[in-house]
């Protein structure tokens, strides 16, 4: 199977950066996308930045220009995501998706889609 583990969150004050990183580990052959989503209580889950397998990226409005994502060189199962100039409504739990994700178990190929369990950023005004 395939596991997503984030790390990087924590408290930090408005107008700071914090740095999420997230490893996706199994027998992974390959994985189409990966993006970092947050949620809060009361909120459906956003989108915040999308990375393909080619490099193309993209934003919600509210962190462009702010956030950056960006995949591991040496690794491409590992995605990061920059986040600078924070605000207080960027306050949530921030959680890792690997899209379409082809793996190989007991021998055969899968597919599948698979989130981390979540960090939580909390921004002090």
């Known amino acids: 199977q395939v596991q997503l583990v984030e790390s990087g969150g924590g408290l930090v004050q408005a107008g700071g950066s914090l740095r999420l990183s997230c490893t996706a580990s199994?027998?992974?052959?390959?994985?189409?996308?990966m993006a970092w989503y947050r949620q809060t209580p009361g909120k459906a889950r956003e989108q915040v930045a999308r990375?393909?397998?080619?490099?193309?990226?993209?934003y919600v409005d509210s962190v462009k220009g702010r956030f950056t994502i960006s995949r591991d060189d040496a690794n491409k199962n590992i995605v990061y995501l920059q986040m600078d100039s924070l605000k207080p409504e960027d306050t949530a739990v921030y959680l890792c998706?690997?899209?379409?994700?082809?793996?190989?178990?007991?021998?055969?190929?899968?597919?599948?889609?698979?989130w981390g369990q979540g960090t939580q950023v909390t921004v002090s005004p």
């Open positions: 998706y690997a899209d379409s994700v082809t793996y190989v178990d007991r021998m055969q190929y899968f597919t599948g889609n698979f």
């Open positions: 199994g027998n992974i052959v390959n994985i189409l996308s």
């Open positions: 990375i393909s397998i080619r490099g193309s990226t993209n």
